[in-house]
């Protein structure tokens, strides 16, 4: 992208900001950003200290998880295009139908979304905390050891930016 996928504005807000508005749209009892830029701040986002910063998403859903006050806690990439509070509804929704899996994950175009799932800290943090002090540093490395449930979300909603180009004329 060439620049902070958190802080490029789509339609004038900061893509970060829009998946925290998703969230707390969806009615997520707390919302916080981990590491991120202090400009967030300016927007009333939380910001979390990142407990591994610089070593990838791994290390972020760690810290997500180890902070959060709730036991299923919903981790979103900041970079989607068009986040969606019925997206997160429906990933919360099969988190709880699935006889308390340790995490699920949507399915776009047969690619799991590792980066927006829905993750039990319970089950979840102690088995990822130790895969990542291994030297793990994939999600879906560390998570081959979990019960994860992965469903088909054709749905909007999870859909990111990984290039300049997707961001059509709103970014």
Known sequence: MGR???LVEIDGRPMAVRVAD???????????????????????????ADDYPGEGPLGGLVTALRHAAHDLVVVLACDLLDPSSAAVRRLVGEARDRHRRAAVVPVIAERPQW??????????????RTAF???ERSIHGAAAVLD???V????????????????????
């Open 133 to 135: 002090d291994d030297g």
């Open 4 to 6: 902070d996928k958190a």
């Open 22 to 48: 998703a969230l707390e749209g969806a009615g997520a009892a707390e919302v916080f950003c981990v590491g991120g830029d202090a400009a967030l701040a300016s927007y009333g986002v939380r910001l979390l």
């Open 115 to 128: 980066l927006h799932g829905a993750w039990r800290r319970d089950s979840c943090l102690a088995p990822l």
């Open 152 to 171: 088909d979300d054709t749905g909007p909603g999870f859909e990111d930016a990984d290039a300049p180009e997707d961001l059509g004329d709103g970014g």
């Open 148 to 150: 994860v449930r992965f």
